[in-house]
């Protein structure tokens, strides 16, 4: 939800005449959740200790930052089941990660625009990285299927837990409208057409393929957000994570852009590109 001109106008003369408000800190910032996601209680180690010292740390940064358009929001990490599984940084609230990509836009950070850099083909770029094999140029250039249509399939292979599951979801997608109506039975067995070329294209990375693989690669790109956000935030500058891609001030994109690359080739995912969202 977005307030009304008439609603800021309103809270702001109230405002005018209080305290500077704070963003309240979450009780929990790192948060351990069952299949039903209903959060869980873990016992304590080095590693959650550290994870919340890190946050504590980028809170405090985010608090301390103009952030327009009251999209500023404190972090948590959410994990799905254990600790190899999720671990994503998510806004308390929605904060900018729910607003549309337009109004993202409009943000500033610090009084400066932002603009949004993304990885390009993250998850299956780790996959790659895994199988030890190079990274295909576009790997969601797939004989003459549509390319929105084939990007959706390959991320329904990775993350569904049947082959059956795939096909079935893959047909329902509003992508499959090109090709078929969705659900009707010709875009069943386009569907499994479709994934019989994304098996024999990406075949170095089938055996991942209706594993439900998603989750761990998750921790993987959580992990690697973490080391560009403490890198931005060495150098003086706030970054605001969209699980993949992050908010900048425009003029410190370079700098993003550099601390992304960095991060991903110390991980060992080779090949992989920056691009603005």
Not at 69 to 75: I, K, R
Not at 177 to 202: I, T, V, W
Not at 225 to 231: I, K, P
């Amino acid at each position: 939800m977005r307030a009304t001109p008439e609603l800021v106008r309103c809270v702001g003369s109230v405002l005018r005449h209080t305290p500077p408000l704070r963003i309240a800190t979450p009780r929990e910032t790192v948060v351990l959740r069952n299949a039903n996601r209903e959060d869980i209680d873990y016992s304590d180690d080095q590693v959650t200790r550290r994870m919340r010292r890190s946050l504590d740390e980028y809170n405090e940064a985010i608090r301390a930052t103009e952030i327009s358009e009251n999209a500023g929001a404190p972090l948590v990490r959410i994990f799905n089941g254990n600790w190899d599984r999720g671990g994503r940084f998510y806004a308390k609230g929605g904060g900018w990660q729910t607003m549309p990509k337009e109004a993202r836009r409009q943000i500033s950070i610090g009084g400066e625009p932002v603009v949004e850099l993304d990885y390009k083909t993250l998850h299956p770029a780790i996959l790659y990285a895994q199988a030890g094999t190079p990274l295909p140029a576009d790997c969601y250039k797939v004989g003459n299927w549509p390319r929105p249509l084939v990007k959706v399939a390959l991320l329904i292979l990775i993350n569904t837990r049947s082959k059956n599951q795939a096909r079935l979801t893959i047909a329902h997608e509003p992508a499959m409208e090109s090709e078929a109506k969705p659900g009707s039975q010709e875009a069943l067995n386009l569907a499994a057409k479709l994934m019989a070329d994304l098996y024999r294209c990406h075949a170095p990375i089938a055996d991942a393929f209706h594993r439900d693989v998603g989750a761990n690669l998750m921790a993987i790109d959580s992990a690697l957000a973490e080391v560009v956000m403490h890198q931005m935030l060495r150098e003086g500058i706030v970054v605001l994570p969209i699980h993949d891609s992050f908010l900048v001030p425009a003029s410190k994109a370079a700098r993003l852009e550099a601390a992304m690359l960095k991060a991903a080739h110390r991980a060992g995912i080779r090949g992989m590109e920056v691009r603005e969202a």
